[in-house]
T-cell receptor, first 114, second 113 residues
């Protein structure tokens, strides 16, 4: 069965520091992978997605993620975090095909220290 | 372009009462989804519509949850009777295609006492 694991429930970084949020997935075929961000009281916003091709994908707000098939990972990175990046981040895998059913991880809550 | 609209934003009810949530997707989006997000967990798909037909409702607790999408536009999710464990944020999302990007509404937060 498909699943997504985000091992870090909560991460605190200093403003200006680099960030890496971990995501591991379980899926038999080539997965569709997504990162979403959710600010308090808001819906989820898509940061980036991987369907195929280049394994390093660029997203909005300066985020990028790298698909590593050998490690079943899709980690999210940002070289310099801004205070406005404080939010909850969700990794998701999609079955694709005729449906777009997303299976989400449990999320990583990011706090940014001044 | 207007986003996905949901109402009400907040609802508090007692167990065994009923509640309904409404969603208006982005204009032209054929696919509509209802997700349940329990505190501390990621969103879980409850039901997916393609136009006014159900594509996937395998995780919808059909003994108490129901959803409809009349005329392939707006959708309503109903819970009757509500249980304490139904306390969650109910997120509606829509996409242009079945494999396209999902756009989420701000959600409806339900508290069952």
């Amino acid at each position: 069965a498909q699943s997504v694991t985000q091992p870090d429930i909560h991460i605190t970084v200093s403003e200006g520091a680099s960030l890496e949020l971990r995501c591991n997935y379980s899926y038999g075929a080539t997965p569709y992978l997504f990162w979403y961000v959710q600010s308090p009281g808001q819906g989820l916003q898509l940061l980036l997605k991987y369907f195929s091709g280049d394994t390093l994908v660029q997203g909005i707000k300066g985020f990028e993620a790298e698909f590593k098939r050998s490690q079943s990972s899709f980690n999210l990175r940002k070289p310099s975090v801004h205070w406005s990046d404080a939010a909850e981040y969700f990794c998701a895998v999609g079955a694709g095909g005729a449906t777009n059913k997303l299976i989400f991880g449990t999320g990583t809550l990011l706090a940014v220290q001044p | 372009e207007a986003g996905v609209a949901q109402s009400p934003r907040y609802k508090i009810i007692e167990k065994r009462q009923s509640v309904a949530f409404w969603c208006n997707p982005i204009s032209g989006h054929a696919t509509l989804y209802w997700y349940q997000q329990i505190l501390g967990q990621g969103p879980k798909l409850l039901i997916q519509f393609q136009n006014n037909g159900v594509v996937d409702d395998s995780q919808l607790p059909k003994d108490r949850f129901s959803a409809e999408r009349l005329k392939g536009v707006d959708s309503t999710l109903k819970i009757q009777p509500a249980k304490l464990e139904d306390s969650a944020v109910y997120l509606c999302a829509s996409s242009l295609l079945t494999t396209g990007e999902l756009f989420f509404g701000e959600g409806s937060r339900l508290t069952v006492l």
